[in-house]
């Protein structure tokens, strides 16, 4: 089960409705569909039965576990509990996907309900005595030695879950961290739709040429998409990021590039019912408790000790070093743009919305070329095709597409997977456009996770997307962003579908934070070089190969504004791990104010007033909405370290194919899942850890002086 945070209030939720178990789509046997989920037949009445079910039986097994009268042994402790609750998992994954991806009112209420019942479920077993005991005594048993090499490791990654859970604390102790896991996974249920809440509640609808001056024919084609998906004439500006950045970059229209500005910064800090900010505080201050509860100074150190960076120092170390050169050249590319308002007349300083703006202008001038003359290069069925190529030179895979399978929504398409040897490896979803009913950005998931212990179980993994869609019949076109964000997303798919292990609770992304963003950043280096783009960056009406000028000045252009880049996300990795390094408030303390926290982070940094973070804090998902990024924001930058080197191994050889390095990269990295402790695993790969050298280099920043 992945790890799920979470609270408690379950009383009020509404009864299970009598569904009999025959009758239930998600607790049929899906063996003949080839373990797929038959989607058409699922409907949101299906989950509170199937869950309640799951549920009851993950409980069962957990009892029996503890309760066996044999003494603890691999196979009937730790064995039993990777084959446990396979129900409960399988309904949740389902539902999990749903819920991001093609939600509605009824499937919002269910996540509601459910989210504190499992964390209070998964907190339960994780701090249950007599289990944690019996996990103690299969690592201090003679058989620990007998155990291979990946059984040991799961040993050890039970215990360290467990003991890192508050299973060897006392009873009171272990009672408050259950109602705050509880209360967690409620707030960060909340928070997640109130952000999708306020996403939908606004429509900035264009009319007439006034109001697309500048609007590219791409852009104004997805608008109009937008605003016929919610039933409007014309052309609607949406507040997902693959709207708002285009439509900020082209839009002369500086009044209502504001006013699209707004909407989007301001999610979740509206006032009224969707406001997240007083649940961030409550969730800051109720990690800070678990945390000292877990005898840790604070949330960041608890969840970095478990980390490769293991200690927030290291973790600030690193984003400290690129945050000074990067300042520099944020700021020397706010004075030309800066000069170019003036040149143009223009008699206003710069503002946050208009920085993506004369960021295109300059880019035009110093590189010269802008996006639309590269768009029409990048057709989405091309970049898939290219992404599937990169995986087949450098793993031998196949991709055959499966129109026949189930899937949950018409625009998803499915294909096969197999190996070089023809062996079918599993399946993958490719789920890629905007649509009101899914959160905005962009992710991997699975519906089933690969495993050899119950049998050789093929994974089937998922990506989603946000791409704006163009009219029927009419090809997609990706900005080089949404390239570089499907190949990374591709690359956590990998990651996903080449796994090869035994033992679930280590397989695919099942890896710490920092590590597990190597597979999805090293992969984007691919769509970075010329022997890619010649081969599949084709115009998508004449099929003619992009003009070698265009694709030179395309890579050299590749760190352009790449200042800016580094800053709104620094500035988010940085109040992230500042919030978290938050003592627990004393009585009487007043609650957090998070605008005012967020601005002083902000203001200490030296952040220019031109540039806000990627996600301020009362929209900031991967912290807020359920916990996987929480003190771990700063990931991205620490997996680039890896991904910089380890591409560079690949470049040493003269070939970016080159298959005595694929391999190691497959078996130490893309297939090992958590088999060995991330360091080594990268070690295994490159023979020594990397510096951040490599990183500065890949960001442009390598020519300023270091102090
Ligand atoms: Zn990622």
Redesign the pocket.
């Known amino acids: 089960m992945p790890e799920i945070e979470a609270p408690a209030l379950f009383d009020n939720s509404p009864a299970a409705p009598a569904i009999a178990p025959g009758d239930n789509p998600l607790l049929e046997d899906w063996t003949a569909a080839g373990g797929l989920p038959p989607f058409s037949r699922i409907r949101a009445e299906h989950f509170l039965p199937a869950y309640a079910q799951g549920l009851a039986e993950h409980a069962a097994e957990i009892d029996a576990i503890a309760a066996t009268a044999e003494p603890p042994t691999f196979a009937n402790t730790i064995a039993a509990l990777e084959l446990s609750g396979r129900t409960l998992e399988r309904v949740d994954n389902v539902f999990s996907l749903l819920a991001g991806a093609d939600t509605d009112d009824a499937l919002q209420e269910i996540e509601r309900v459910m989210a504190p019942q499992i964390a209070r479920h998964l907190n339960q077993i994780h701090t249950n005595a007599a289990l944690f005991r019996r996990i103690d005594a299969v690592m201090a048993t003679a058989e620990h030695i007998e155990l291979d090499a990946e059984q040991k490791r799961v040993v050890e990654r039970y215990h360290t879950s467990y003991r890192r859970a508050g299973a060897a604390l006392g009873e009171t102790a272990k009672k408050r961290i259950a109602e705050i896991m509880e209360r967690l996974a409620a707030l960060g249920t909340t928070f997640g739709q109130n952000v999708l809440a306020d996403e939908q509640a606004f429509t900035l609808r264009l009319e007439g040429e006034a109001e697309l001056a500048g609007l590219p024919d791409f852009i104004r084609e997805s608008l109009h998409s937008e605003a016929t998906e919610r039933g409007i004439d014309g052309y609607a500006v949406t507040l997902s990021r693959s709207t708002v950045e285009p439509f900020l970059q082209f839009s002369d229209r500086r009044d209502l590039r504001e006013k699209v500005f707004r909407g989007f910064v301001m999610r979740g800090d509206n006032g009224g019912a969707t406001d997240n900010k007083a649940i961030i505080a409550e969730m800051v201050r109720l990690r800070a408790e678990r945390a000292r509860l877990l005898g840790c100074a604070d949330f960041a150190h608890y969840r970095l000790d478990d980390a490769m960076a293991k200690t927030p120092a290291a973790a600030r170390d690193l984003l400290g070093a690129v945050w000074r050169p990067a300042l520099a050249s944020a700021l020397t590319d706010r004075d030309a743009m800066q000069a170019l308002i003036q040149e143009d007349g223009g008699n206003f300083k710069l503002e946050p919305w208009d920085w993506r703006y004369y960021a295109e202008k300059l880019r035009q001038r110093v590189c010269d070329f802008d996006e639309t003359a590269i768009k029409p290069y990048l057709s989405l069925d091309r970049m898939i095709e290219a992404a599937f190529y990169t995986a087949g030179r450098l793993f031998g895979l196949n991709f055959t597409p499966r129109p026949d399978v189930a899937v949950w929504h018409p625009d998803v398409r499915a294909w096969q997977v197999s190996g070089s040897d023809g062996k079918e490896l599993g399946l993958f979803f490719g789920d890629y456009f905007a649509r009101a009913s899914k959160r905005s950005g962009?992710?991997?998931t699975s519906i089933r996770d690969q495993q050899k212990l119950g049998g050789d179980i093929t994974p089937f993994i998922v990506n989603v997307c946000n791409f704006a869609k163009a009219p029927a019949g009419e090809a997609t076109l990706l900005s080089f962003e949404d390239a570089r964000t499907l190949f990374?997303?591709f690359?956590?798919a990998l990651h996903g579908l080449l796994s090869s292990v035994t033992y679930p609770m280590i397989a695919g992304t099942n890896v710490a934070t920092d590590f597990?963003?190597l597979p999805?950043?090293l992969f984007e280096h691919w769509l970075e070089q010329p022997e890619l783009l010649r081969r599949f960056a084709l115009h998508y009406q004449t099929g003619a190969p992009m003009p070698e000028q265009l694709l030179a000045r395309l890579v050299a252009a590749r760190n352009f504004n790449k200042g800016f880049a580094t800053l709104e996300y620094i500035a988010c990795a940085e109040a992230d791990l500042d919030l978290h390094a938050l003592p627990p408030p004393n009585p009487g303390d007043p609650p957090l104010d998070t605008r005012a926290f967020e601005a002083a982070g902000l203001a200490r940094m030296g952040m220019p007033d031109e540039i806000v973070m990627r996600h301020r804090l009362p929209h900031f998902a991967h912290i807020f909405a359920g916990g996987s990024y929480a003190a771990g924001y700063y990931s991205?930058m620490w997996s680039e370290v890896l991904d910089a080197d380890a591409f560079a191994a690949f470049e040493e050889t003269g070939d970016i194919f080159d298959s005595a390095t694929a391999k190691r990269l497959r078996d130490c990295v893309y297939a090992a899942g958590g088999r060995q402790d991330p360091a080594e695993a990268y070690k295994a790969f490159r023979g020594r850890l990397p510096t951040a050298d490599a990183l500065l280099r890949k960001r442009g920043f390598a020519r300023l002086p270091l102090r």
Do not use: F, L, P
Request: net charge negative; charged share 15%; glycine share 8%.
């Open positions: 962009a992710w991997m990374h997303e690359g956590h597990v963003e999805s950043q991205y």
